[in-house]
């Protein structure tokens, strides 16, 4: 038809069949090509008897794109070759349905670019890594070993070991760097427990205000040293007992029954001291 059709134009050296529109010499149509001792088939014979094959061959250069069928019982696959590029355009809706496994590689990049919404479901668990493979154990490893580290303080909160997974997980592992920039807000719920593994030192820098709500207990280890500095005053309530510090230096004390002890020894220095 006009601008549409099958069009396969025969190479120098390739031997074809001719017929005559009409048996007018004038009018050749090439029905077909034939295969010999030097043009052989794309698949040796009859091993590959039962694959049907479409193979082109790169002009002024080696290669092929092929899309090929094989159609032996228990071995059945197609199978598609590109030399170079592959180009796939669907001006409307596309379904891809994989009944069993489906695995990707890429040699380099990968970009996906969506117009409007992505939705993704997954059954069972994800994992995500970046990074070269031989670091998944690697990380997982030492990500485990994090944990170990706080297991006591874990255990103190009741916390479950998180590696145990089950279905319906997500594992992300980056293998050196990871940055996340929030330009408003960000919000996250966890419904059951959470864990937060640092092997080395942790910053928290927050602008404004930073409120924490505990419903019953919180417990806090520090192998050595805590400093805590606040600029104007500090307080710690605890029912009718109260502990003010300020920053000129006056510290109050106040409750309802005060119990000074020192198993050894007690020493109180001032410029004046008043009891009342």
Wanted: net charge neutral.
């Amino acid at each position: 038809g006009a601008t549409w059709g099958h069009m396969a134009i025969p190479r120098i050296g390739q031997e074809v069949i001719v017929d005559f529109l009409e048996g007018d010499p004038d009018q050749p149509i090439v029905i077909g090509r034939t295969y010999h001792a030097r043009n052989r088939p794309p698949y040796k014979l009859p091993d590959h008897k039962t694959k049907m094959v479409i193979r082109s061959d790169t002009h002024k250069g080696n290669g092929f794109n092929e899309i090929s069928f094989e159609d032996e019982a228990g071995r059945e696959k197609i199978y598609v070759h590109g030399q170079k590029d592959q180009e796939i355009h669907i001006e409307n809706n596309r379904s891809k349905r994989i009944d069993n496994n489906q695995s990707e590689s890429v040699g380099h990049n990968k970009s996906i670019e969506v117009g409007n919404n992505h939705h993704e479901v997954i059954g069972g668990n994800m994992t995500l890594m970046v990074g070269p493979n031989v670091l998944q154990k690697f990380v997982t490893g030492k990500f485990k070993a994090f944990t170990d580290k706080i297991g006591g303080l874990a255990n103190k909160l009741g916390i479950p070991d998180i590696l145990n997974m089950g279905e319906g997980n997500l594992i992300i592992g980056v293998g050196k760097n990871k940055a996340e920039t929030v330009m408003v807000s960000s919000t996250e719920v966890v419904g059951g427990a959470k864990t937060v593994a640092v092997g080395g030192g942790m910053q928290i820098a927050v602008g404004g205000v930073l409120n924490q709500a505990i419903a019953i207990g919180a417990y806090e280890e520090v192998g050595q040293n805590k400093v805590v500095v606040a600029g104007k005053r500090m307080e710690f309530v605890c029912g009718k007992s109260m502990i003010q510090l300020n920053e000129d230096g006056t510290i109050i004390l106040e409750g309802v029954k005060i119990l000074l002890t020192g198993k050894d020894r007690m020493t109180v220095k001032a410029g004046k001291v008043e009891m009342n």
